[in-house]
């Protein structure tokens, strides 16, 4: 039997034992360990459906070569070869799609996410590529029909803003924002320039897995809670209550912040979700830094200060730098059709982590 069919013959023994777990009456009590088995249960059903695909070929390739072997009649023996002709030209896509199949999943890809836009170097030109770029995953959310909400936001002394936060409620939203991550660094003649000279901007993207309770047990005795004026749009009723609030994780001083709703109540409830997945970001990065000693990702290291992407205008290019891939769209990116850029991600990422599996 090859790799690929005792791995596969393992994955099928393990999809029985959840199928027959998942019928437990005491398994079905337990709301959170039932939800997980189903969860794994799905995921099992597709390997094990390509797995029958993979053994039925592997047995009809080895049938129709003892045939071949066996046979003396001309006309059984030529229905062999092209038997096993077809069959040998299947057979790569087929273990192909199993390989991608067997890629280890992230968890925290089916989570929703938390994103949160800075300006960097550049000052008032930083703080409209962030309003640019804010405008650009918004309209990426339009497109794939996912609903988002501003959480935070200050905004810049001309215009655009020096920092906004969003929460993405979306299935998945984590796993396809993750490589956005980092620094976006923008080329073009800025709107405060008059002598039309490009300038170079940058502004931070940190994306987050949005943390639930069972992810990380928030210790409330730890939290410091202030409460303050909202600043900025909102109209009157805003600057006058002290609806904003501030909540500080005393052992690490990790801040969420959350001021854009009306209620006290809702801020704080959204300010206790993003301190949660900040502290839980904390220890996700550990882990990755435990596992970047075994093998060195180049498309999702978690370093928040590394260039990651260009913007140049005169141009009319992006270009990615983890993958080198440059795209001359620039017009139409701008306008959220990103995809392609996080297709390219995404397939880097599968090729490395095919290669941590071979190794």
């Not at 023994?13 to 360990?33: N, S, Y």
């Not at 059903?45 to 080895?62: F, M, P, T, W």
């Not at 309209?139 to 200050?154: A, C, L, P, Q, V």
């Not at 001309?158 to 980092?182: H, Q, R």
Request: net charge negative; aromatic share 6%; with cysteine.
């Amino acid at each position: 039997m090859n790799d690929l069919l005792q791995k596969l013959e393992a994955i099928s023994i393990r999809f029985k034992e959840v199928g027959t777990l998942i019928v437990d009456p005491d398994i079905i009590a337990d709301q959170k360990r039932y939800a997980k088995l189903m969860k794994e249960y799905k995921d099992l059903e597709e390997i094990v459906a390509v797995y029958k695909e993979y053994k039925s070929l592997i047995d009809n390739l080895e049938s129709s070569k003892e045939l071949l072997k066996e046979e003396t009649d001309p006309e059984m023996r030529e229905m062999a070869k092209m038997e096993i002709d077809e069959l040998e030209t299947k057979r790569p896509e087929v273990e192909e799609t199993v390989r991608m199949m067997l890629i280890p999943k992230d968890p925290e890809d089916e989570k929703s996410a938390i994103m949160e836009l800075r300006a960097g170097t550049g000052g008032d030109e930083a703080c409209i590529f962030v309003e640019d770029c804010f405008r650009m995953y918004t309209m990426f959310f339009k497109e794939r029909g996912w609903n988002y909400e501003i959480t935070n936001s200050n905004e810049g002394t001309v215009k655009g803003y020096k920092e906004i936060t969003m929460n993405i409620d979306a299935p998945a939203a984590y796993g396809v924002l993750k490589f956005e991550s980092g620094v976006h660094r923008v080329q073009r003649v800025p709107e405060t320039e008059s002598q039309g000279r490009v300038h170079t901007s940058a502004i931070t993207v940190a994306v987050l897995p949005e943390a639930e309770e069972v992810d990380f047990d928030l210790n409330m005795a730890d939290v410091r809670r202030d409460t303050y004026r909202a600043s900025g749009a909102g109209g009157q009723h805003v600057n006058k209550t002290e609806s904003a609030i501030r909540l500080t994780h005393i052992p690490t001083g990790v801040v969420a912040e959350c001021q854009d709703g009306r209620s006290q109540h809702k801020n704080f409830e959204k300010a206790i979700s993003m301190l949660r997945s900040r502290l839980y970001q904390i220890e996700l990065d550990k882990i990755q830094a435990e596992r970047a000693d075994h093998r060195k990702s180049l498309v999702s290291t978690g370093d928040r200060s590394a260039k990651i992407r260009t913007y140049n205008y005169p141009q009319g290019r992006i270009t990615d730098h983890r993958i080198n891939k440059t795209l001359y769209k620039l017009d139409a990116f701008m306008n959220g059709d990103i995809q392609e850029m996080i297709d390219a991600l995404k397939m880097a990422e599968n090729a490395e982590k095919l290669k941590g599996e071979e190794v």
